[in-house]
């Protein structure tokens, strides 16, 4: 069984990078989209503290970074 192209990236960016976006779902479905990346064990022990001692979740921390980090611009934070 051949794997080719499970993790290359379709030519057409936009629609790569807008696959997924649930713009098309209504608001009340609460979809969202995961995001995986790797991190060292060292990174993950920081993250999780870093969480705990905000009392927050470490995806609601990060959601808050992302949001400060990558505003945007005429777009819904839906």
Known sequence: MS???FA???GAAERWVKAG???AL???TGFTA???I???PA???HLKRAALEQNVSVADMLRALFA???PLSGESHE
Request: charged share 40%.
């Open 43 to 45: 990174m993950r022990r």
């Open 8 to 10: 290359t990236r379709p």
């Open 34 to 36: 995961r995001l995986t």
């Open 68 to 70: 400060r980090e990558f």
């Open 21 to 23: 976006d649930g713009a």
């Open 3 to 5: 794997r080719a192209g």
């Open 26 to 28: 209504p608001v009340t």
């Open 38 to 40: 790797d991190v060292t």
